[in-house]
Each structure stands twice: as structure tokens, then as C-alpha cells.
């Protein structure tokens, strides 16, 4: 297992990364998954044996049932260096305060996340989403405070939009409070829109990226084609949208033909494809059995080579939207030994 620095921080961590969303399995998030103790022990023990050392969740996840399983799956094993990532934002409640990135709400949840965890200090801290009600001085000063509390050990972002990003930083900056490492974005073949954005201001702001649903939630596993939905699909849950489906499949058939050639599953190519891109320090990969998550695991160990790299690249080319077609991205990758392009005009 290979292990980044995860932006500006000193923090390492492995390149692939345990999410649990499928974890307890309530509401809907039944609809992704629904992983009891039993078997969450058991995904959790593969992923620590194979080097994973970050394990993913979040408050809203099953209504906290995930980040339950996990405090007792782990037991006293965050000792061995274990870290452990949450978020707070989404609706928990009924309640006026039980959402949004408030002082009051962001800090009763950082503690409550804590309590159903069995732990005493949370490694990365997400705001889950953009509020657009809340100040963002008042969201980074509780930040702010649950780090010099001793109870976050570091902060990032998750589904922020680029000039979101920005002004939280030019806050945190300004007063000289807790910075985002980090931020957890969706990005894969079928969906480069970070790479407008997303990704260089990572490079340009020291932000390690953690990817969630890598796989487009299964689509680029290679197990499903044009004529076959995907489980998740059939059970109800849309996320990630698709919103040109005839390319999400002719990505999918060279995958299926890049593994077929290297005798590996598509969802590995299309994983390594994305160790590969600047600022990617992990990829948070979810499971809904062992060998579902030791076939993902192989990913971590895979090198394309560029010429099917380019193939990757041609097949995946998104919408070139105006003004980013004139433009390039040319910046040293902290996380590779290379410099690397962000070529935005996908020409």
C-alpha cells in the first residue's frame, strides 16, 4: 500500500481509503448497502491487513448506525494508527438546528459523532456540504475551536463548488484559524468536471483530494452494461447522476477491454486511472462483500501504462465549456515524482 501526505499536513495516508456508507444500511442508505457488525469486523479487518489506514463516515450515514459499527468494530484498535474521518451538515433531526454548518450544530455533532465512535479525537473533520445560510467565519471558528479542543485533528471540505473553497480559505487565512487539508469531491472517468476547478486549486492550495464513489457507484466496475442496471440503481438511490449515458458506456467498454488484456477487473483500471491524476491522495472505496472489496484493494498496486492511459483520456473527454477551452493547468504534483498537466481545453 502506497501512503500520500494528505495536502499541506504532515498526515499520511493510504491511497485507497475505507468508506462505510454501506454500513448499518437504514433509511435510505439501505438502498447502498446494508454491511451488519459481523461483517463490517470483517471488511474492516481486510482493509487494516491490506495497509489501509483511513476509514471513512459520516453522521448521516444510516443516522449515525455506520459510525456506531464502526466504534465497536474497531474496539481498542485505533492504537495502530488507525485514523478515522466524519462529516456533519445533513439533516440528523427535526429540529431548526439540526442541519446546516452553525457553531451550535457543527460542535453537538462533532461530539455525538465522537461518543458513537468510541474515541476521544476524530482525524478529519468534513463540513459535509455548502450551507448558504450560516457566515463562513462562524463555521470555521467552531472548526477552529473543536481543533484547539483537541477533538478534530485536522478540517476539510466536501462537495464545495471552487469559489467555495476559496472564500473559506481566505477566512481561515485572515484570522489565522484552522485550514482546510483537504476536500472530498466526486470525480471519475465518466465525471472530470473537477478538473475545471477542483483540482487545481488543490495543487495551487495544497488540498489533498479524497475521491468518494470512484466507481460512479458501480458503473465503472465493469460488471454492468448498457442493458443491465446497476443495484443500486434498481434499488432507488441516484447518486452520481449520469447525464449522457451512450459515453458512460463506451468508457466502460475500454475498461472492459483494458482488463481483459491485463486479466484484471474493469473497476481496477478505472481506480488506478484516478491514483494517477494530480492531487489524488485516496480514493474512498466501499464494499458490499469481501470480494467485492479485494478486487477494489488490487487497484492500489496497478500502473497503466500512458498508452492506455490516453485511451482512458479520449474515450472520457467531457463538454469543453467556455471559458476553459482556451486554457491550461501546468503545475508541479506534490503527490507523484512528475510534473503533470491539467489540461482543461480536453482537446
Request: hydrophobic residues 40%.
Amino acid at each position: 500500500m502506497e501512503y500520500r501526505t494528505l495536502g499541506r499536513s504532515g498526515l499520511k495516508v493510504s491511497t485507497l481509503t475505507l468508506g462505510t456508507m454501506t454500513f448499518g444500511g437504514s433509511g435510505p442508505f439501505a438502498a447502498v448497502g446494508n454491511s451488519d457488525l459481523a461483517e463490517a469486523k470483517r471488511i474492516i479487518d481486510t482493509c487494516i491487513d491490506a495497509g489501509i489506514n483511513l476509514i471513512d463516515t459520516a453522521n448521516v450515514y444510516s443516522n449515525g448506525l455506520s459510525e456506531e459499527i464502526i466504534g465497536e468494530a474497531l474496539g481498542g484498535r485505533r492504537k495502530n494508527d488507525v485514523l478515522i474521518a466524519s462529516k456533519a451538515r445533513m439533516r440528523i433531526g427535526s429540529g431548526p438546528n439540526d442541519e446546516g454548518l452553525s457553531r451550535h450544530h457543527l460542535i453537538r455533532e462533532c461530539e455525538k459523532s465522537l461518543k458513537r465512535l468510541r474515541t476521544d479525537v476524530i482525524d478529519i473533520y468534513f463540513v459535509h456540504q455548502w450551507d448558504g445560510l450560516t457566515p463562513v467565519d462562524e463555521t470555521i471558528a467552531a472548526l477552529d475551536t473543536l481543533v484547539n479542543q483537541g477533538k478534530i485533528r485536522y478540517i476539510g471540505c466536501s462537495n464545495y463548488s471552487g469559489w467555495q473553497v476559496m472564500k473559506a480559505l481566505a477566512v481561515s487565512d485572515s484570522r489565522h484559524q484552522a485550514r482546510f487539508v483537504t476536500q472530498q469531491i466526486h470525480y471519475t472517468l465518466e465525471a472530470r468536471e473537477a478538473e475545471y476547478e477542483l483540482l487545481p486549486i488543490s495543487v495551487d492550495q495544497g488540498l489533498g483530494v479524497l475521491v468518494w464513489s470512484p466507481l460512479a457507484g458501480g458503473l465503472l466496475s465493469g460488471k454492468y452494461h448498457r442493458d443491465s442496471p446497476t443495484a443500486r440503481q434498481l434499488g432507488g438511490w441516484k447518486e452520481p447522476p449520469i447525464r449522457d449515458e451512450d459515453r458512460l458506456w463506451r468508457i466502460v467498454d475500454v475498461l472492459v477491454d483494458i482488463g481483459k488484456a491485463r486479466g484484471i477487473s474493469g473497476a481496477q483500471v478505472a481506480l488506478a486511472w484516478l491514483l494517477g491524476r494530480p492531487a489524488v491522495s485516496s480514493l474512498v472505496i466501499g464494499a458490499r462483500n469481501e470480494a467485492q472489496l479485494k478486487d477494489n484493494l488490487a487497484a492500489a498496486s496497478l500502473s497503466l501504462t500512458e498508452e492506455e492511459r490516453q485511451r482512458l483520456d479520449v474515450v472520457s473527454r467531457p463538454p469543453v465549456l467556455y471559458p476553459y477551452w482556451h486554457q491550461q493547468f501546468t503545475a508541479r504534483d506534490r503527490f507523484g515524482p512528475a510534473d503533470q498537466v491539467l489540461d482543461r481545453s480536453h482537446a
